[in-house]
């Protein structure tokens, strides 16, 4: 905001400097300003400062907190969630085949797969949902 | 007399009976001489894909046929462990066979993957065979084609 029409008078070298020290004269008198009009000016130059730090801050942290959970959102959405076993669809030796590679894999196997009720997700429950798959119904063919 | 007469029919007419109880009896004896032992070798065939898992129906539509045993699979991830079937196929003329494998080493192309015993009276039975399902390692269900080969056991 320094451009050559804002210049001061004082720096201007083009500026005579009888005009510089009668125009001082005139108008260079200082004004005197209440000490509680000054001390209000402050006050608010605080506040606007303070609002504008807040608004700051609050678009840098939340700006940052949005980013973190727009990432949280997609990896929960790419991330396969752990299989559930449900015996109210058609059982076969694939769902006993999945228990069989979590319990591979090491990884927690949802409690839906605890089908001998016995608290532990373990073969014995691998082999009951197979024994089910094969399962002929009742009376067979004879 | 008459009476003597019809004492001797009665006691002739239940001796005729009990000759005939006796050959009917013994007609499942000679049913049972011309029962013959067999076995089925069951192949499934996914070409290039591994194959971890399976189940398939196997029945008999005509026939007497008797399910007696049951074999695992030819292929080191399948003959560990027979396959999984229900215990009340044995004695009945269908069962369902599924088994799965975790292992590394997993067979591809044409497998036999589980051999039938079967007890067969009277005229030589029609077998039904159908895949139910078939996986690779990852679980993903893949297409395969199901064949048997009847063999006749010495």
Redesign the interface.
């Given at each position: 905001m320094t451009g050559p029409n804002r210049q001061p008078p004082e720096d201007d070298p083009s500026f005579p400097r009888n005009l510089i020290s009668d125009l001082s004269i005139l108008y260079g008198r200082s004004v005197e300003v209440p000490k509680a009009v000054d001390e209000e000016m402050f006050e608010q130059c605080r506040r606007h400062g303070a609002r504008i730090h807040r608004l700051k801050v609050l678009l840098r942290w939340g700006g940052g907190v949005a980013a973190v959970a727009a990432v949280l959102l997609v990896a929960i959405r790419l991330v396969p969630s752990a299989p559930v076993y449900n015996p109210g669809n058609h059982v076969?030796?694939?769902d006993?085949?999945?228990l069989?590679?979590q319990l591979?894999n090491g990884s927690k196997p949802d409690k839906s797969w605890d089908v001998n009720r016995d608290g532990v997700i373990d073969q014995k429950d691998v082999?009951a949902i197979?024994?089910r798959?094969?399962?002929?119904p009742k009376g067979?063919?004879? | 007399m008459n009476r003597w007469i019809a004492i001797l029919l009665l006691a002739c007419s239940i001796f005729i009976e009990g000759e005939n109880t006796g050959a009917t009896e013994a007609k499942p004896v000679a049913q049972a001489s011309s029962s013959r032992f067999a076995y089925v070798d069951i192949y499934v065939d996914t070409k290039s894909e591994s194959l971890?898992?399976?189940?398939f129906n196997f029945?008999a539509d005509q026939g007497h046929m008797t399910v007696v045993g049951i074999e695992g699979g030819e292929h080191a991830a399948f003959s560990k462990n027979p396959p999984?079937?229900?215990l009340?196929?044995i004695g009945?003329?269908?069962?369902?066979?599924?088994?799965?494998s975790?292992a590394n080493d997993l067979p591809h192309g044409k497998t036999r993957m589980a051999r039938i015993h079967l007890m067969i009276e009277g005229d030589p039975p029609h077998y039904t065979l159908k895949l139910?399902?078939a996986?690779n390692a990852a679980?993903k269900?893949i297409s395969g084609v199901i064949t048997f080969i009847e063999g006749a056991t010495p």
């Open positions: 076969t030796i694939l006993a085949f999945s069989a590679r591979k082999d197979a024994a798959a094969v399962q002929l067979g063919v004879q | 971890a898992a399976y189940q029945s999984y079937y229900d009340h196929a009945q003329n269908r069962v369902i066979l599924a088994a799965f975790t139910d399902v996986a679980g269900e």
